[in-house]
């Protein structure tokens, strides 16, 4: 009895969380960091969303606090509720110019993604083809596109030369990401696949494709904005020349008669549709590489 005592009074004191040890003080630690890890994410979450939100409301109320005080006309500068009751009024017509500038958007970004992943392939596969035309590619893409969409207007019918100042836009950061995720192969995984008697085919589809896929992805995030903008840049041309009917027209329509709320508005809504977009594109590429990409695990975590 005497010599059960002291180990009874051994096991609390080794039990007890003063006396240090890690059993008795390491199990709630690692709880409550989770759950300030946990706290800190939300909080995180909450300002990313809230703070440009706020932003923004702060934004247009001193825009319109600016307008109302200053007695601003609206041809000069139209405050936000002007802007907004434009929209409505407008709807119709802007809704339909919107819907011709993203069937050219996708369009153009459509063909520029399977030209460029296209054309890159084909470059990994012979090098004589890349020294061939990849320069020109370069000077395609360095040369401003306002300076082509005019040319472009003369030699081709409108839609087409629309659709082509789209692709040209977006046709190069698809080839130039694909080419160099195509080339950025690990050579350790190339010599394992090619020891064990792998065809270039099955090397390209295998290996090289899933290596290059983040690669051809932020391409292609790239590539969808741009297709925007090169829609917009040739309808503004196109404008200029008294034909079109996208939204880009639209604005340099409004420009002329001075209805500047109807411009606002078609700005407002082309710039809705470039973060749909990006947004849409940045998902897709997201549930791509979550699995097994370090850029999506690294989000996840």
């Not at 979450?45 to 200053?70: D, F, S, T």
């Not at 007695?71 to 936000?80: R, T």
């Not at 939204?247 to 606002?264: D, K, Q, V, W």
Request: hydrophobic letters at 50%.
């Amino acid at each position: 009895m005497t010599t059960s005592r002291p180990s009874t009074a051994h096991s609390r004191e080794s039990g007890n969380p003063a006396s240090g040890t890690s059993q008795g003080a390491g199990s709630p630690l690692p709880r409550g960091r989770a759950e300030a890890q946990l706290r800190r994410a939300n909080r995180d979450r909450l300002l990313r969303v809230a703070l440009p939100v706020l932003v923004l409301a702060l934004g247009i109320a001193i825009w319109e606090a600016v307008v109302r005080i200053k007695n601003i006309p609206p041809y000069v500068l139209p405050g936000p509720g002007l802007i907004l009751q434009t929209l409505f009024a407008d709807w119709s017509l802007l809704w339909q110019s919107l819907l011709v500038t993203l069937a050219t958007t996708c369009e153009g970004f459509l063909l520029a993604a399977a030209g460029g992943v296209g054309l890159a392939v084909l470059f990994n596969q012979s090098r004589l083809l890349e020294y061939s035309l990849y320069p020109y590619a370069v000077i395609l893409q360095v040369t401003p596109i306002v300076a082509i969409a005019p040319l472009l207007l003369i030699y081709l019918p409108q839609p087409l030369a629309v659709l082509a100042c789209a692709w040209i836009v977006a046709f190069f950061p698809v080839l130039a990401n694909t080419t160099l995720g195509l080339h950025s192969v690990d050579r350790n995984l190339a010599d394992l696949f090619a020891l064990y008697g792998a065809s270039r085919g099955q090397m390209l589809w295998n290996l090289k494709l899933p290596s290059a896929l983040p690669y051809i992805l932020g391409g292609l995030r790239i590539a969808g904005g741009l297709s925007l903008i090169g829609a917009v840049v040739a309808e503004i041309a196109a404008g200029s020349a008294g034909a079109g009917s996208g939204l880009a027209y639209r604005i340099a329509e409004s420009g002329y008669r001075l209805n500047i709320p109807r411009m606002f508005a078609a700005l407002l809504l082309l710039s809705v549709a470039g973060i749909a977009i990006f947004y849409l594109l940045s998902a897709v590429n997201y549930f791509a590489l979550r699995r097994w990409h370090e850029s999506a695990l690294a989000a996840e975590r």
